[in-house]
């Protein structure tokens, strides 16, 4: 099923943009992977808050109102396959690339804190995206892992707090992306990149979630795509469905994913990477767009109503 929404171009010229937040005010924050900051919308003008050395990748407002970045260490090199086409090379991680980190942005001052960073002891490889739990007290974030011409270093799910009390690993995943709370709170959203699949985790407490019996296979299979299509970062819908940026060399979009019948429908966006998705406004209905190789922010109206978030600002 193909969806239709006008999408309108409200910024270009972004260095691969991710991680969209709207705001309280109208405004929307986002970060952008190449460009190494976090910046705003607001009327029709991007201003920066804050330069963030590595690779911000996602974020999320935390409840003291600081916006809380994944960092993937500067992971990615980008090619341009054609020209305004630009897509993380294929090489493996760059030469740059150090390790993940889960940041902290006072969106007054523009000020950048380390909430986490990597240890021996739990190594961060790309933290991708993130999403803030109020009925336990913390936050989930997804770490992609890493991808080589040949391997991958499998990624996990994390579980972490404000206050820095010590990381939860939750489980392994290939290459988990997108993560969102359904709206009674109990179940997990994940998307697995290469796979084109989504997950649903049943959770049982603080970072903990139901076990299954096959490795590999963290929850439920909510739905695989068919052909070649990589899922991305996820936004929650308040009817239970989710929301997911889908890269396709094909023609990337947004694909929903019914959460009861695993049935999808398809909203085409002019950019193979789509990445990710935010809604906001005063009944939950518009929606931003990062269309990250074309380096362009879009503006819908979405036909339901999206999952207000657990924290705003």
């Known amino acids: 099923m193909t969806l239709t929404v006008e999408l309108k171009p409200v910024a270009g010229n972004l260095g691969f943009p991710e991680g969209p937040v709207a705001m309280n005010d109208g405004s929307v924050i986002f970060v952008e992977i190449e460009g190494k900051s976090l910046s705003r919308w607001k009327d029709g003008a991007v201003t920066p808050i804050a330069h963030i050395p590595g690779g911000p990748n996602g974020t999320a407002i935390g409840p003291d109102g600081a916006a809380y970045i994944c960092n993937n260490g500067g992971v990615y090199d980008f090619d341009e396959i054609q020209k305004g086409v630009r897509i993380p090379s294929s090489k493996g991680p760059s030469d740059d690339y150090t390790s993940g980190a ?21 190594p961060l490889l790309t933290p991708d995206d993130i999403v803030f739990d109020k009925k336990r007290g913390g936050f989930w974030f997804t770490d992609t892992g890493l991808q080589y011409p040949d391997h991958i270093q499998k990624g996990g799910l994390y579980f972490g707090t404000i206050d820095g009390a010590p990381l939860k690993k939750v489980c392994t995943i290939t290459t988990p992306n997108g993560v969102g709370l359904s709206p009674d709170g109990d179940t997990l959203y994940v998307s697995d990149t290469i796979f084109g699949r989504l997950w649903a985790l049943a959770i049982t407490g603080p970072g903990e979630v139901a076990k299954t019996i096959l490795p590999d ?35 990337g979009g947004i694909t929903t994913f019914d959460t009861k019948t695993g049935e999808t429908s398809e909203l ?10 935010c809604f906001g406004g005063p009944e939950m209905q518009d929606v931003w767009i990062t269309a990250s190789s074309t380096g362009v922010l879009y503006h819908g109206t979405w036909p339901t109503k999206g999952l207000p978030l657990d924290y705003t600002a």
């Open 102 to 122: 889960i940041e902290r942005v006072d969106l007054a001052t523009g000020a950048v804190t380390t909430l986490y960073k990597s240890t021996p002891d739990m």
């Open 217 to 251: 296979m963290p929850g439920k299979a909510v739905q695989t795509l068919s052909g070649f299509h990589w899922v991305d970062s996820l936004k929650v819908l308040a009817d239970g469905n989710v929301c997911v940026g889908t890269i396709s060399m094909e023609g």
């Open 268 to 277: 085409k966006v002019q950019d193979p990477f789509t990445t990710n998705l």
